[in-house]
Structures are given as C-alpha cells and as structure tokens.
C-alpha cells in the first residue's frame, strides 16, 4: 500500500466548520452593518463596523465548535443558546427600539436556540 496517505494526526477543522461560521459571521456583519446605518449613506465606519461584527460572531461560531465537542451537552447547549440570545439581542437594540424589548427578544431566541441544540445532543450522542 505505498499509496496510502498516513493517519492525520491532531485535531483539524474540516471545510464546513470553517465555511458555515464564515458565511454566517459575513450575513450578521451585513445585517449589523445595514441596522446601524439606519437608511444613511453608506460610509467606510458602517463597512467597517460590518466587518468588526462578522468577525467576532465567525469567531466566536468557531471558537464554540472546538470547545463544544469536550463539553457535557447541558452546559454545551446553553453555551449556543447563550450566543444566540446576546447575538439576537445585540442586533435587536441596533434599531433603537426599547432595551426591555431587546432583552425580551434575546431571552426567547436564546431559550429556543438552547432547547433545540438540547435535544439534538441528547438524541445524537452516544
């Protein structure tokens, strides 16, 4: 078997764990960008803030997608819901609207996000 390529060792991402948080960090960042600027002109401070934001959100995606596997599937489904619910709240007080109402709509997105990772642990793991 000269052919054979040898074992890869370590821990490496595929392509879809790299992509996916990619192309969600890009679509947040976008969105982030188009709620701040709030039907202005376009300017270099809302790309750049577009991009600051779809940075941080691909790199927290996959930050959580290598610490998440050596998590227990409670703590590691609260951390998704807990993500999604400061994303979803972040980008809700982006239009201005009461920070209650920011907070209420993070509240129920997290707990959604959290419920359904939940059940998908609990059935998919060994």
Known sequence: MAHAAPAARGRHLDRAALTVP???GLLYGV???FMKRQTGPVDAGNVFYGILCGVVFAACLVAMARVGPRMMREL???M???FAA???GYLYSLTGDSVLRSVW?????GA???IVA??????HEP
């Open 31 to 33: 969105y982030a960008a």
């Open 112 to 114: 959604g996000v959290g």
């Open 105 to 109: 709509i993070g509240l129920l997105t």
């Open 118 to 123: 939940f059940y998908r642990y609990y059935t």
């Open 86 to 88: 400061i994303a979803m």
């Open 22 to 24: 990619l192309v969600l």
């Open 80 to 82: 998704y819901g807990a």
């Open 76 to 78: 590691r489904a609260a």
